[in-house]
T-cell receptor
Framework: KQEVTQIPAALSVPEGENLVLNCSFTDSAIYNLQWFRQDPGKGLTSLLLIQSSQREQTSGRLNASLDKSSGRSTLYIAASQPGDSATYLCAVGLADSGYSTLTFGKGTMLLVSP | NAGVTQTPKFRVLKTGQSMTLLCAQDMNHEYMYWYRQDPGMGLRLIHYSVGEGTTAKGEVPDGYNVSRLKKQNFLLGLESAAPSQTSVYFC?????????????FGQGTRLTVV
């Protein structure tokens, strides 16, 4: 069974810092990996989608990398802002199920203070 | 540009009552999903559908039923609500399986069973 782990569970940084969120998964047979953002009381917003054949994706101040062989992904946030405060979820799409679904980690709660 | 819409947003039920949660998407997506999110447990897949008229069980299907009579709608039913079903429920959709393409989520339904 695929297991997804996110470290750290919570992170607090001052505004302007660069930071890295980590995600690891146990089964490397994945279609892709997605990073989501969730604001309190809200739904999930997709940030980046990395296909299994790709090594990284970038969107603005966000950069996500994927090392499928080692079962790891990182989300790098440059020059963090208070508006980045949210919970960040990592999810992997399984390649070996009949109909592919997402398996989620429990998330990293990020607080960026002014 | 509605995306994925969930109805209702909040609900309080008494133990034993029944209710239906509605999910509607306007993106012509084939795949639709119901997840529940609980503190410390992350998101867990309840049921999903790979097309109109199809349904399949996810990780935690007990106590729930689903129907996909129209492509754009995916209904989640609780026949006899239990306090253990207190949770936040999220619907998602994707063009193909979420393991292969980007998933879009609704804003969630917060259900309390007393």
């Amino acid at each position: 069974k695929q297991e997804v782990t996110q470290i750290p569970a919570a992170l607090s940084v001052p505004e302007g810092e660069n930071l890295v969120l980590n995600c690891s998964f146990t089964d490397s047979a994945i279609y892709n990996l997605q990073w989501f953002r969730q604001d309190p009381g809200k739904g999930l917003t997709s940030l980046l989608l990395i296909q299994s054949s790709q090594r990284e994706q970038t969107s603005g101040r966000l950069n996500a990398s994927l090392d499928k062989s080692s079962g790891r992904s990182t989300l790098y946030i440059a020059a963090s802002q208070p508006g980045d405060s949210a919970t960040y979820l990592c999810a992997v799409g399984l390649a070996d199920s009949g109909y592919s679904t997402l398996t989620f980690g429990k998330g990293t709660m990020l607080l960026v203070s002014p | 540009n509605a995306g994925v819409t969930q109805t209702p947003k909040f609900r309080v039920l008494k133990t034993g009552q029944s209710m239906t949660l509605l999910c509607a998407q306007d993106m012509n997506h084939e795949y639709m999903y119901w997840y529940r999110q609980d503190p410390g447990m992350g998101l867990r897949l309840i049921h999903y559908s790979v097309g109109e008229g199809t349904t399949a069980k996810g990780e935690v299907p007990d106590g729930y039923n689903v129907s996909r009579l129209k492509k754009q709608n995916f209904l989640l039913g609780l026949e006899s609500a239990a306090p253990s079903q207190t949770s936040v429920y999220f619907c998602a959709s994707s063009y193909t399986g979420t393991g292969a393409t980007e998933a879009f989520f609704g804003q969630g339904t917060r259900l309390t069973v007393v």
